[in-house]
């Protein structure tokens, strides 16, 4: 349960290092803003819709990423997409967005469907009652569907070395040291970073490596698989028909495999987590798969059939939002309501604490899929559910991540219930991304056998 006193520096601190989520308190998820002085100056955490609306879309203008963010991502990002402002955000999110136009993401579906039968598979060999780690295997397969999706096979002849470079990758990267959350100039040396060199570089040689072979190929005139590489090397600015820099292409990939791996692999982890306590949306889950993908390959129209499946995805992302904090600083003056925001101050909105907020949702904490089924989404507020964002920088991967995690949820529940280990307490982790501490062991039991 959320503190009701406010903690000393030291404290806050401490606990922004070890879990960010301790630092709620009970009045966050009760009173619809909350104003005060903090160790990273003023900043107002907005709860209530019509002031997140202003803020992310009416006014996103006025709001650009404050640095902390930005000097916690950059340095495995890039500027890509996600870290870009400004006028370089406005070209790349113009020449990107025809990579994840609905069409475009229903071509991404075999590849889908191939990781997750992939997947499937290497289950099928393990026995009635193995342990598995849901959350390790939920970040193996969404690693196996961006390296399809982005290159394509013949990456490596080990299918999981891409996998294992990238993990490597962001385990040096992400390692946050507080000299970037006060904002130390770049020559100081990043402890965490420095061991994690080596594993930095093999990895961005390897993209480079894969970006140039790609080159050669389309130069040759050879057919080109129409993968998110290909589509990134022929991007253009449709207002003035100029193509990515090699720089912003690699960027690019590194952030849609940033962006892309952990939170969709949460996503699924979460939704296995929820369904193996409660039984009653369990057995319907499992009705559904069975009755809509019966044991035949799973097909695209599918997709639309799976209600129930995609209403307990949304659900996972009501309570564990992958990215359960979004931050904005103020450029000018602004004013919502009665409340004032100065020049400069942060404006948070914590979809954690927005999606368990005592005004706007019944019952915040229950696991209740039913919310998102159609006939009742109408009554959920636009703004009060936001695990991809709102306004002009929403997640451009939002229909990809939704498709997959559907195809990947399906297919594993066709193929196996899952257990938590007893005696395993769950407890979320903010990293960055909002994962469950310490894996989730889960009890595999087979459902079918081909
Ligand atoms: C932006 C969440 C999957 C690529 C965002 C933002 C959120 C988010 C909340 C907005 C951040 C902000 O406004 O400050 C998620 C969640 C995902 C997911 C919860 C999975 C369940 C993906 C995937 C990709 C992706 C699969 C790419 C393949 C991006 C990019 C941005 C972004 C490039 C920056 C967009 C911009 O600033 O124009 N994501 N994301 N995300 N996401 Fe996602």
Same mark, same amino acid.
């Given at each position: 349960?959320?503190?009701?006193?406010?903690?000393?520096?030291?404290?806050?601190?401490?606990?922004?290092?070890?879990?960010?989520?301790?630092?709620?308190?009970?009045?966050?998820?009760?009173?619809?803003?909350?104003?005060?002085?903090?160790?990273?100056?003023?900043?107002?955490?907005?709860?209530?819709?019509?002031?997140?609306?202003?803020?992310?879309?009416?006014?996103?203008?006025?709001?650009?990423?404050?640095?902390?963010?930005?000097?916690?991502?950059?340095?495995?990002?890039?500027?890509?997409?996600?870290?870009?402002?400004?006028?370089?955000?406005?070209?790349? /999110?113009?020449?990107?967005?025809?990579?994840?136009?609905?069409?475009?993401?229903?071509?991404?579906?075999?590849?889908?469907?191939?990781?997750?039968?992939?997947?499937?598979?290497?289950?099928?060999?393990?026995?009635?009652?193995?342990?598995?780690?849901?959350?390790?295997?939920?970040?193996?397969?969404?690693?196996?569907?961006?390296?399809?999706?982005?290159?394509?096979?013949?990456?490596?002849?080990?299918?999981? =070395?891409?996998?294992?470079?990238?993990?490597?990758?962001?385990?040096?990267?992400?390692?946050?040291?507080?000299?970037?959350?006060?904002?130390?100039?770049?020559?100081?040396?990043?402890?965490?970073?420095?061991? =994690?060199?080596?594993?930095?570089?093999?990895?961005?040689?390897?993209?480079?490596?894969?970006?140039?072979?790609?080159?050669?190929?389309?130069?040759?005139?050879?057919?080109?698989?129409?993968?998110?590489?290909?589509?990134?090397?022929?991007?253009?600015?449709?207002?003035?028909?100029?193509?990515?820099?090699?720089?912003?292409?690699?960027?690019?990939?590194?952030?849609?495999?940033?962006?892309?791996?952990?939170?969709?692999?949460?996503?699924?982890?979460?939704?296995?987590?929820?369904?193996?306590?409660?039984? /009653?949306?369990?057995?319907?889950?499992?009705?559904?798969?069975?009755?809509?993908?019966?044991?035949?390959?799973?097909?695209?129209?599918?997709?639309?059939?799976?209600?129930?499946?995609?209403?307990?995805?949304?659900?996972?992302? /009501?309570?564990?939002?992958? =990215?359960?904090?979004?931050?904005?600083?103020?450029?000018?003056?602004?004013?919502?309501?009665?409340?004032?925001?100065?020049?400069?101050?942060?404006?948070?909105?914590?979809?954690?604490?927005?999606?368990?907020?005592?005004?706007?949702?019944?019952?915040?904490?229950?696991?209740?899929?039913?919310?998102?089924?159609?006939?009742?989404?109408?009554?959920?507020?636009?703004? =009060?559910?936001?695990?991809?964002?709102?306004?002009?920088?929403?997640?451009?991967?939002?229909?990809?991540?939704?498709?997959?995690?559907?195809?990947?949820?399906?297919?594993?529940?066709?193929?196996?219930?899952?257990?938590?280990?007893?005696?395993?307490?769950?407890?979320?982790?903010? /990293?960055?991304?909002?994962?469950?501490?310490?894996?989730?062991?889960?009890?595999?039991?087979?459902?079918?056998?081909?």
């Amino acid at each position: 349960p959320p503190r009701t006193e406010p903690m000393g520096l030291l404290a806050f601190l401490l606990a922004v290092r070890r879990n960010p989520l301790a630092t709620w308190m009970e009045k966050h998820f009760e009173e619809p803003v909350v104003s005060g002085e903090g160790v990273l100056g003023r900043m107002t955490v907005v709860n209530d819709p019509a002031i997140i609306r202003h803020v992310l879309v009416d006014n996103a203008a006025n709001y650009r990423k404050d640095d902390l963010q930005i000097r916690i991502l950059a340095p495995g990002l890039g500027r890509g997409l996600l870290t870009a402002e400004g006028e370089e955000w406005r070209l790349q /999110r113009r020449t990107l967005a025809p990579l994840f136009t609905p069409r475009a993401v229903a071509g991404f579906f075999p590849a889908m469907v191939e990781a997750a039968d992939r997947l499937v598979r290497r289950w099928r060999r393990r026995p009635d009652g193995r342990v598995v780690d849901a959350s390790l295997e939920m970040t193996r397969i969404t690693l196996d569907v961006l390296e399809r999706t982005i290159f394509t096979q013949g990456v490596a002849r080990d299918p999981d =070395a891409l996998a294992r470079a990238i993990t490597r990758y962001f385990e040096g990267i992400g390692r946050v040291d507080p000299i970037d959350i006060f904002g130390w100039p770049d020559w100081v040396p990043r402890i965490g970073r420095l061991r =994690a060199r080596p594993a930095i570089r093999f990895f961005e040689e390897l993209v480079d490596r894969l970006i140039e072979a790609r080159k050669a190929l389309i130069a040759r005139g050879e057919p080109a698989p129409r993968d998110l590489l290909t589509l990134l090397l022929g991007a253009a600015d449709p207002e003035t028909g100029r193509g990515l820099s090699d720089e912003d292409v690699r960027s690019n990939i590194v952030t849609f495999i940033g962006a892309g791996h952990e939170t969709t692999a949460n996503a699924l982890s979460w939704s296995l987590y929820l369904l193996s306590q409660d039984p /009653r949306s369990r057995a319907r889950i499992e009705e559904e798969v069975d009755r809509v993908l019966g044991d035949g390959p799973f097909a695209f129209h599918h997709l639309d059939r799976l209600v129930f499946t995609r209403a307990v995805i949304d659900e996972a992302l /009501r309570l564990y939002p992958p =990215a359960p904090f979004l931050s904005r600083a103020a450029i000018a003056d602004d004013r919502v309501g009665d409340v004032d925001i100065p020049a400069g101050s942060i404006v948070t909105v914590a979809p954690y604490v927005l999606h368990r907020h005592r005004r706007l949702w019944r019952d915040p904490d229950a696991f209740d899929p039913e919310r998102f089924l159609p006939e009742n989404r109408d009554r959920i507020d636009r703004f =009060a559910y936001l695990p991809f964002g709102a306004g002009p920088r929403v997640c451009i991967g939002a229909a990809f991540a939704l498709q997959e995690a559907t195809v990947v949820l399906a297919s594993v529940v066709r193929a196996a219930r899952l257990d938590l280990v007893e005696g395993h307490e769950v407890r979320p982790l903010h /990293r960055i991304t909002l994962r469950p501490q310490g894996g989730l062991p889960m009890r595999l039991t087979h459902r079918r056998r081909e």
